[in-house]
């Protein structure tokens, strides 16, 4: 009987760390839009939220040239157990948002790992999505590495709208929305 429970308590500390590989760290700032909705014939209003990552999700799907990798930064210790185990990952991010009133961003990218889509979510279930658009060659979503392969993904991602001369001469975001960085293990 001891034996079973030493199995059964060895077994349980090992699951934790399990879990807790398929989780990552973010840290940085920036603002994610939200939308009010106004009286019947009123446009809604925008409000920016304030968003700091703490932890990141990453993982793939597809494979060959149809194959994305997708790195989800939150605010609020994510259930990845459950996102992993769910058939539409998109949906089961934004009934999170919703339910448990967590923010996110969620970055999608394509087989040759260019920005494909920006997503978002205020903490209130409603997910918006953004197109990669370029002004003076800066990019609205800037992703980049410093470790990138199956297993591990590290590196920054930079959101912003418009291009505006920088204090150091460079194009800047006249409106920069988000300044991340990212170190998380690759989910199964």
Same mark, same amino acid.
């Given at each position: 009987?001891?034996?079973?429970?030493?199995?059964?308590?060895?077994?349980?500390?090992?699951?934790?760390?399990?879990? +807790?590989?398929?989780? %990552? $760290?973010?840290?940085?700032?920036?603002?994610?839009? *939200? @939308?009010?909705?106004?009286? =019947?014939?009123?446009?809604?209003?925008?409000?920016?939220?304030?968003?700091?990552?703490?932890?990141?999700?990453?993982?793939?799907?597809?494979?060959?040239?149809?194959?994305?990798?997708?790195?989800?930064?939150?605010?609020?210790?994510?259930?990845?157990?459950?996102?992993?185990?769910?058939?539409?990952?998109?949906?089961?991010? +934004?009934?999170?948002? %919703? $339910?448990?009133?967590?923010?996110?961003?969620?970055? *999608? @990218?394509?087989?040759?790992? =260019?920005?494909?889509?920006?997503?978002?979510?205020?903490?209130?279930?409603?997910?918006?999505?953004?197109?990669?658009?370029?002004?003076?060659?800066?990019?609205?979503?800037?992703?980049?590495?410093?470790?990138?392969?199956?297993?591990?993904?590290?590196?920054?991602?930079?959101?912003?709208?418009?291009?505006?001369?920088?204090?150091?001469?460079?194009?800047?975001?006249?409106?920069?929305?988000?300044?991340?960085?990212?170190?998380?293990?690759?989910?199964?």
């Amino acid at each position: 009987m001891t034996h079973r429970i030493a199995v059964a308590l060895l077994l349980s500390f090992a699951a934790g760390p399990l879990a +807790a590989q398929e989780l %990552g $760290t973010a840290a940085g700032k920036g603002t994610i839009e *939200k @939308l009010i909705p106004g009286a =019947a014939g009123v446009e809604p209003k925008r409000e920016q939220v304030n968003f700091s990552p703490r932890f990141a999700y990453a993982y793939a799907e597809g494979s060959g040239p149809s194959r994305s990798t997708w790195i989800v930064l939150t605010e609020r210790q994510p259930p990845a157990k459950a996102w992993a185990a769910a058939r539409d990952r998109a949906q089961a991010r +934004a009934s999170w948002c %919703g $339910t448990e009133k967590a923010s996110f961003v969620a970055l *999608k @990218l394509d087989s040759q790992w =260019a920005v494909d889509l920006y997503f978002h979510c205020p903490g209130d279930g409603a997910v918006s999505t953004e197109m990669l658009s370029t002004w003076n060659g800066l990019p609205s979503v800037d992703v980049t590495f410093q470790i990138r392969d199956e297993h591990h993904l590290k590196g920054t991602l930079r959101t912003g709208q418009g291009s505006c001369p920088g204090a150091d001469g460079k194009q800047a975001y006249c409106t920069p929305t988000g300044d991340f960085t990212f170190d998380v293990p690759m989910s199964r």
